[in-house]
């Protein structure tokens, strides 16, 4: 499949991303990607030492084994279907591209938070939350839950839209699989607690090094957005220079200090992660009190910048190759 066609396929993947969301009834190749990993766990612990040295090697083989099935399939299915029709292959390029991304789904679960918030319903509001950040939220005031669902759209701007976007432009639905198995590996397996400190380092470390580009770019874009979106651009930016390096993984506060920037507000901090409180830096000013309405602000600037992003990454290399000068 040509450039021009791939890149038809990821603008249209986009758009179908923005119509329909991500249905939880339908067959998703992420969720499949979770499952192989929860699979995989047990034997690959079974045949390596219970030491150190043996998770660690557990866990490099379940790297190699997550990111060759996924993306030999996709790439093989593409391949297959190519050889009896372009159109098929656009079809299935377009289909992927589509649930490889996550912008209507990022918007549409904050959202449910803030509905809850606006109608009052605290209880609803911390159980909605708890569905989309790895913090304990039973004890979370109104203040809290709203400000643990803008940071994860802020955050999940970065891998959930921006990263995608970027490996499907280079290298299509083969490239995009390789990096959303990735990502969900890290997500699953890559957290510094007594189960998976070794056995997920692979995975947490392979995450880190993927997302460096992309989250530093969503950093940018997400300052562009802010001025887009009415917000505070020149805020976001001095923010985002500021405090894009407060927080132990390298790629994670980028996107949250151009957002709290944009925002006039403070974000991160302290929070109980599994019943123990864990000292984080805050990210921005502390203006004014994050509330309820900054999640749909959040979910505005989440959108300017995957379409800014979609214009960069995937309309400019149209353009040239349409209208060469």
Request: some cysteine.
């Amino acid at each position: 499949m040509s450039v021009t066609w791939r890149l038809t396929a990821l603008v249209v993947g986009f758009c179908l991303d923005l119509l329909l969301g991500d249905p939880q009834w339908a067959p998703h190749p992420v969720r499949a990607i979770g499952g192989l990993i929860g699979l995989l766990e047990r034997p690959l612990r079974r045949v390596f030492p219970k030491s150190p040295g043996g998770e660690l090697a557990a866990g490099g083989v379940l790297v190699l084994l997550i990111l060759a099935i996924p993306t030999a399939l996709t790439a093989g299915a593409l391949w297959a279907c190519g050889r009896v029709s372009v159109w098929l292959a656009f079809a299935l390029e377009t289909l992927l591209c589509y649930q490889l991304l996550a912008t209507r789904s990022l918007r549409a679960e904050s959202g449910e938070v803030y509905q809850a918030l606006k109608d009052g319903n605290l209880e609803e509001a911390r159980r909605a939350v708890s569905m989309i950040v790895g913090r304990d939220t039973d004890r979370l005031d109104e203040t809290g839950v709203a400000k643990a669902a803008v940071e994860t759209v802020a955050e999940n701007t970065s891998d959930g839209v921006i990263a995608p976007l970027l490996f499907l432009v280079f290298g299509g639905a083969p490239l995009g699989m390789l990096y959303k198995a990735a990502n969900t590996m890290d997500s699953t397996v890559g957290y510094k607690n007594n189960q998976y400190l070794y056995y997920g380092r692979a995975a947490a470390r392979l995450d880190d090094v993927l997302n460096w580009i992309p989250a530093r770019l969503a950093g940018v874009l997400m300052c562009l957005g802010a001025v887009l979106c009415g917000y505070d651009g020149r805020g976001a930016w001095r923010i985002f220079l500021r405090d894009r390096k407060q927080h132990k993984s390298p790629n994670s506060a980028h996107t949250e200090a151009a957002c709290a920037g944009a925002l006039g507000v403070q974000l991160a901090g302290s929070n109980y992660y599994f019943g123990k409180l864990v000292e984080k830096p805050t990210i921005g000013d502390d203006l004014r009190a994050v509330e309820a309405f900054d999640i749909v602000r959040a979910g505005r600037l989440l959108y300017a910048t995957a379409f800014l992003a979609l214009f960069f990454f995937c309309g400019v290399p149209l353009l040239v190759m349409l209208f060469p000068f």
